[in-house]
């Protein structure tokens, strides 16, 4: 099984997270179901008990408008005290309203207002409480710069710059989220937000909580952890000798190579202006390691998806590893993520897999555009690791490359099976890497001649079925190469 199709696969079924007056209307039921013949009275008080009170309702100060999709109510829905200000609104304005109160207090504003009121928020003065702000679609140029006149800690924040919106807010974003993080900002999240994405829960729980893990199965949940200062991988090893690091400008070729990553996802790329990227080039950093020896180098990524390349090709295809894109030096901070349906289709079906995360990692990128038996649509090129590289003196899949021409494309060419399947013995053994700590998952890729001879019929034979069946992309083989590696795979 291949390519995971690109947004069907991010989050299929849609899960959404709980909002928070779900939660509590469930209590609300079980406690009622539970007291209904000894205690009805007692129960019934206990879910009229407005949540706020327990809470000490959150001072939500909503600069502008609010927009159209209407922050300000969504707040006072989940029990939040709102508060207008207009974006004109000065620091003496701010500490009239904000007071001597106790409890937290937030700023919160949508589209053109955001940036005043990110203002408002950072550069107010000492003793006014503020403890979150948060924005939605609002472009923040040149705050970054002016953070050194800062006189309060700053508040938790969390930007979320729409997918479909100019891609200068998430750009802009990311810049104050870094300048932030910088000064030691107690939390920042900056987020691109997906078309259909409901935010209200996670706005809601960063107003009147402050920051509050989602669950991965959401549309925020992989986005806190992987978009964050740390997280779950980087690859700072491949900075260590920064004399080997290369500097181009990014062109069509490599804009073509984050396609096959991010496909019709594109916009969670917006917050890099995707200028120039830093690279290594692949034959020297070689040289500067202890690799192995002999003429066939294997490639690993972290699926354990696998490349094979010789060295002539080393050398006369020139490819380098990306390892930072702008001023981002890690790329797992750039990512997609999917579930599947399942693991596998002839084991009892335990139901869905845990979100899994494919970051773009560093990757094998080929400037003058990838010779066509080296083209990889398996993104087995992407999420490298030192650890990747290794030498040795046999070819590795030397089984496959005596086969008929259709054969070999079907087990080495773009999509080939032996990038993720081994074939008696030669050949990957590729799996999934969780979301939750980027560590590896099954379901595994089992070798071509282990599995059940139905199943391996089914996926060459009847592949839209078993594709639907774990909710990805189709991976056809023509019936004539399908034959043929059945009977290759049958004849031990
Ligand atoms: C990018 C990696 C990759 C490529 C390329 C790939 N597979 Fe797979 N395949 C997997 C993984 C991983 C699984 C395990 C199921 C899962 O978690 O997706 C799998 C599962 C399977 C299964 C079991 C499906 C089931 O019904 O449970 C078969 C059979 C299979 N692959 C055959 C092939 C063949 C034949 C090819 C080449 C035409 C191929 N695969 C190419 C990664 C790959």
């Known amino acids: ?14 899960v959404r997270p709980m909002t928070q007056s779900s939660i509590r209307w469930r209590a609300c039921f079980a406690a009622l179901a539970a007291f209904a013949a000894l205690a009805a009275f007692a129960a019934l008080a206990a879910c009229a008990t407005p949540r706020v009170a327990r809470d000490q309702a959150a001072l939500a100060i909503v600069v502008g408008d609010g927009g159209p999709s209407s922050i300000a109510d969504a707040l006072a829905r989940s029990g939040a005290t709102v508060v207008r200000l207009d974006p004109s609104a000065e620091h003496a304005d701010l500490a009239s309203i904000v007071g001597s109160r106790a409890g937290r207090v937030a700023i919160v504003s949508e589209g053109p207002a955001a940036r005043a009121a990110a203002k408002l928020a950072l550069f107010r003065p000492p003793g006014v409480r503020v403890d979150a702000f948060v924005a939605v679609g609002g472009t923040y140029d040149a705050l970054a710069d002016d953070l050194g006149s800062m006189r309060a800690a700053p508040p938790a924040v969390l930007l979320l710059s729409p997918a ?30 997906p078309k259909d994405a409901d935010a209200t829960a996670l706005i809601a729980a960063f107003v009147a909580h402050g920051p509050t893990p989602q669950p991965l199965e ?28 290369v500097t181009r400008p990014v062109d069509g070729a490599f804009h073509v190579a984050l396609t096959q990553i991010f496909g019709d996802a594109m916009s969670e790329l917006n917050p890099w202006p995707l200028q120039e990227y830093k690279a290594l ?29 010789t060295r002539a090709e080393i050398e006369r295809d020139e490819p380098v590893i990306v390892i930072g894109i702008d001023d981002e030096r890690n790329l797992h901070r750039l990512f997609t993520s999917y579930r599947l349906k399942r693991a596998t289709s002839w084991k009892p079906d335990e139901g869905p897999m845990p979100t899994m995360i494919r970051p773009l990692g560093p990757f094998l990128f080929f400037p003058r555009g990838a010779p066509p038996e080296l083209a990889d649509t398996t993104l087995a090129t992407f999420s490298l690791t030192p650890a990747s590289f290794r030498f040795q003196a046999e070819d590795p899949v030397a089984i496959a490359r005596r086969l008929s021409p259709e054969l070999r494309a ?29 560590k590896a ?25 078993v594709a639907a069946g774990f909710g990805v992309t189709p991976l056809r083989v023509p019936a004539s190469a399908a034959e043929a590696l059945y009977a290759l795979v049958d004849a031990k």
């Open 164 to 193: 479909d919106g100019d891609p200068l807010q998430a750009r802009t974003a990311r810049g104050l989220a870094r300048a932030l993080e910088e000064k030691n900002a107690p939390h920042v999240e900056a987020h691109v937000a």
């Open 410 to 438: 079907t087990l080495l060419g773009a999509d080939g099976c032996l990038k993720c399947h081994a074939l008696r013995g030669a050949g990957a053994h590729a799996h999934h890497v969780r979301a939750i700590d980027g």
């Open 1 to 14: 099984m291949s390519r995971l199709g690109t947004m069907d696969a991010i989050f299929p079924g849609a």
């Open 441 to 465: 998952h099954g379901g595994f890729a089992l070798g071509l001649d282990e599995y059940p001879r139905d199943v391996l019929r089914r996926f060459l034979f009847d592949q839209e079925t």
């Open 281 to 309: 080039p692949l034959a020297a950093y070689l040289r500067s390691r202890d690799v192995g020896r002999g003429d066939h180098l294997v490639v690993t990524n972290i699926r354990g998806e696998q490349l094979y390349l």
């Open 218 to 245: 959401g549309p925020w949940g992989v986005k806190q952890r992987w978009s964050s200062k740390r997280p779950p991988l980087d690859h700072d090893a491949f900075w260590s000798d920064e004399r080997l690091v």
